[in-house]
């Protein structure tokens, strides 16, 4: 008899709820502030979505942000906090602009600068790595609700891509993203879906307005 393969797990990687400084594009990793109005609606906007699948294991970040998207979207009684799951720690740079903090490094870029008094590119990486091999052998499906940075390295490091590839992707606020793995080559992981908003859908599945686009794809820039 050929033995029953074991059921390769699928990833539900969940970006939180649009904030403050998410809209305004400030960096926010340790600060732990609360969605906005529009990141609560956002929020809810996933339960739908999320109802129909039955999630062996549910992780959120430590951060109010993450923890508020969780239980909106009907998944808080699940929940197990997961410190791993944070936002990349922007250390000096925190609550800063980019457009501010390249007026004295011009050519700075987190991905592959890192931040001082922070996180360096190389720590994120295997931040990400030892999540990836905690949860990426396990079956059934996962939740993790995270962070737009963090979740661009996550992305990355799944595909085995270096963090700094993850800077190519965007990632909006409420998002959802699936890592899995190859169906004809189980040893493959994969990116099966990635960065699908309710905010870019309307009845019927047609794309959203490019107005509507464009304000996704600022909020991905930044947590």
């Not at 699940?78 to 007026?103: F, N, T």
């Given at each position: 008899m050929i033995p029953k393969r074991k059921a390769l797990p699928s990833l539900y990687l969940i970006r939180?709820?649009?904030?403050?400084?998410?809209?305004?594009?400030?960096?926010?990793?340790?600060?732990?502030?609360?969605?906005?109005?529009?990141?609560?609606?956002?929020?809810?906007?996933?339960?739908?979505?999320?109802?129909?699948?039955?999630?062996?294991?549910?992780?959120?970040?430590?951060?109010?942000?993450?923890?508020?998207?969780?239980?909106?979207?009907?998944?808080?009684?699940?929940?197990?906090?997961?410190?791993?799951?944070?936002?990349?720690?922007?250390?000096?740079?925190?609550?800063?602009?980019?457009?501010?903090?390249?007026?004295?490094?011009?050519?700075?870029?987190?991905?592959?600068?890192?931040?001082?008094?922070?996180e360096m590119p190389a720590q994120v990486s295997a931040r990400a790595d030892r999540l990836i091999a905690a949860l990426g052998t396990t079956g059934g499906n996962i939740a993790m609700f995270s962070h737009g940075q963090f979740g661009l390295a996550l992305g990355a490091r799944w595909i085995g891509f270096p963090v700094a590839e993850g800077q190519s992707f965007l990632l909006g606020t409420a998002s959802l993203s699936i890592l899995s793995y190859n169906p004809a080559h189980p040893d493959v992981p994969v990116i099966a879906l990635w960065n699908a908003t309710p905010a870019l859908l309307v009845p019927g599945g047609a794309m959203a307005s490019s107005h509507n686009q464009d304000q996704c794809a600022r909020r991905s820039l930044s947590d």
């Open positions: 939180h709820g649009e904030t403050a400084w998410s809209l305004s594009g400030q960096h926010t990793g340790r600060t732990d502030i609360p969605l906005t109005a529009h990141g609560e609606e956002e929020a809810r906007s996933l339960a739908p979505w999320l109802a129909h699948i039955q999630f062996t294991r549910v992780f959120t970040s430590p951060r109010q942000r993450a923890r508020r998207t969780c239980e909106l979207a009907g998944l808080g009684q699940q929940a197990e906090i997961e410190p791993d799951l944070a936002e990349w720690d922007y250390g000096d740079y925190e609550g800063k602009l980019s457009s501010d903090i390249r007026k004295s490094r011009p050519d700075w870029n987190a991905f592959r600068d890192g931040c001082p008094n922070g």
